[in-house]
């Protein structure tokens, strides 16, 4: 089998678009977001691939007796890898794994639905649900951990707590000794925008739990893969960053001030830091003043 990446037909054009570290649909120019998908599949390690679609990924195992699937995407996406995996790999989908129930992961998951069983977080479920995500509802939920084995392969979910979301898992896949995790522990990347529907103590706890797990490799939902140190690396940045606003705050500093004055240089070579740096300190503030008493 060929190994490394293979690039889907339709790279032409978008090279420029291949930043490192470019970590969210948010920093993509409308004029880019109207040219046709970036679409490849490249292997992490054994039979272990990272699928990528502009600037989302999700990871998928192939085994003899089935595929395990993870983020759909979205229906396009699906559609695509749905045929690219017949074609490479003859095998059917037979579990497809929702990271979380944010859209921009796991819409099309109904591409699937024909061969796979599709399993979430538990507090995924109702929200899926409730907020009429364009996908499939997942059929099987988990509350803390749960253990697919399927041809060989093995995949071990487990919720971490709340963090970018309060049904964010991680899938680990203790013999390739790599962890796949979405939107709550960046690669070299700062924090999405302010930090929507977020629970700040929670995810750096979540953080901790994630640094204590045995792995080597980390693929994040976006960006170029890292390395477990990039968990540790992240989880100081959410308390530095918390630190700094707190000490802001404690200063009677306003927000429109703390986003002009905090900087933390440390962190200035990562991607998004001159357009979200601001944002995060914005979404750090609201976090902490809802858990603040002032005198
Ligand atoms: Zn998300």
Redesign the pocket.
Known sequence: MRLGVILGQLFVGLAALVVAGQSDLARIRPAEAQQPARREISKIAGELYMFRNNFHSSVFAVTPAGIIATDPINADAARWLKAELQTRFNQPVRYLIY??D?A??ISGGEVFADTALVIAHEDARPVIIGEKRPTAVPQVTFSDRMTIELGGTTVELAYAGRN??NN?IVMRFPNERVLFA??FIPVDSLA?RNFP?AYLDDWIESLKKVEAMDFDVLAP?HGPLGRKGNVRQFREYMEDLKSAVLQAIREGKSLDEMKQSIKLPKYEQWSGYKEDFPLNVEGMYRMVQANRLAN
């Open positions: 990271s979380h944010h921009d992961h970018h979301s964010s979405v939107d999405f529907d939902g």
